[in-house]
Structures are given as C-alpha cells and as structure tokens.
C-alpha cells in the first residue's frame, strides 16, 4: 500500500528518535526482514558458506533418513526446499536454488532408490513432486549464463538417468523432460 504525499512528509518532519522506534517495531514484525537485515549487517555476509552447509548436511541426513513411504519422503524433500527456498530470499544466493535443488533430488533419488523404483498409488504423488521439481531445476539451469552450465551438466544427468528409471517415469514423460542433457 503507496502512502500519501502528505503522510511521507508528516512522517519525515518527525524526531529521529521516534521514527527509529516506529521503524524497529515495525521490522520486528517481519521475520523475513529481520533475518536479511541479521546476515547483512551482522554476518556481513560472510557465513554464506556456513548457510549452504548447513542445509546441505540437512539434505544428507535426511536423504539418509527412514521414511517408511514416499509420502513422508516427499514431505521431507518438501520441508528442505522450503530451507532452500529460505536461504535465497533472506541470502540472495541465486546460484543456490539451482545447486541445493539438484543436490536435494540427487540425494533423496540415490539414497530411496528401492522406495522409489516401482509406480504404485503410495508414490504417485511423490512422483509427480520429482518430475515437477526437476522440471524447476532444468528451468533453472537454462536461465543459467552458457559458461556455468559445464558445471552442472553430469549432476543434471545422473538426476534426469534416475527420474526415467523410477517410478517418477510417467510423469517426466507427461512433462516432456529431456532424458540428457547435451554440453
């Protein structure tokens, strides 16, 4: 919502002691802010390694996890992109969404292969959420400037080798996903 020139002005001519505590409770309000404000001006910017590692050794053990079904494996896949998805709002880490996304499926596709090896009513919305997350991966890696694409095409197609050989297929095929992706 756009304020009225006359309440910008207002506002402006108020003692900085009393705009500063309006703007802090206001800040306080958003958690999203408040964490962005925490990296930038405290972090500095420097634990932006830190951050990826965290959520990648989250991804690990969780890939690693018992999940029992596909269902509460998808529901783990999705709790982590949700961190990822975090991650780039509050870091502007956009090289992340494409190499934490390819890690996640990577992961959860290597490590529940036998879960995930034979189509059944149990999986099919698992399924669908593996075609439709590689498909945002692809996306991704296809507004990626050509000279860092080199980097991923090997993970890019041990990800899409697996989505064709698991119960993820049909989908894929719906979806009109590449099998390979060509350097």
């Known amino acids: 919502m756009a304020l009225p020139d006359a309440l910008k002005k207002a506002i402006l001519q108020m003692p900085t002691k009393e705009k500063d505590k309006i703007l802090l409770r206001l800040i306080a309000k958003d958690k999203?802010?408040?964490?962005?404000?925490?990296?930038?001006?405290?972090?500095?910017?420097?634990?932006?390694?830190?951050?990826?590692?965290?959520?990648?050794?989250?991804?690990?053990?969780?890939?690693?996890?018992?999940?029992?079904?596909?269902?509460?494996?998808?529901?783990?896949?999705?709790?982590?992109?949700?961190m990822i998805s975090y991650h780039v709002k509050v870091t502007k880490d956009k090289p992340a969404a494409l190499d934490m996304n390819l890690f996640l499926l990577l992961r959860f596709m290597e490590e529940n292969q036998n879960m995930l090896r034979t189509y059944s009513s149990r999986a099919d919305k698992c399924?669908?959420?593996?075609?439709?997350?590689?498909?945002?991966?692809?996306?991704?890696?296809?507004r990626l400037d050509p000279d860092y694409r080199i980097d991923y095409i090997s993970d890019l197609n041990r990800m899409l080798t697996l989505l064709f050989t698991l119960c993820s297929k049909g989908y894929a095929q719906q979806l009109g996903l590449p099998r390979d992706i060509q350097s």
């Not at 669908?128 to 296809?142: D, E, G, P, R, S």
């Open 127 to 142: 399924a669908l959420y593996l075609a439709k997350k590689a498909q945002t991966v692809i996306n991704a890696f296809n």
């Open 32 to 82: 999203v802010l408040v964490d962005k404000l925490h990296y930038e001006l405290l972090e500095e910017g420097l634990t932006l390694d830190d951050r990826r590692e965290e959520i990648r050794d989250r991804i690990e053990r969780s890939a690693q996890g018992d999940h029992g079904t596909p269902g509460w494996l998808m529901m783990d896949m999705r709790d982590i992109s949700g």
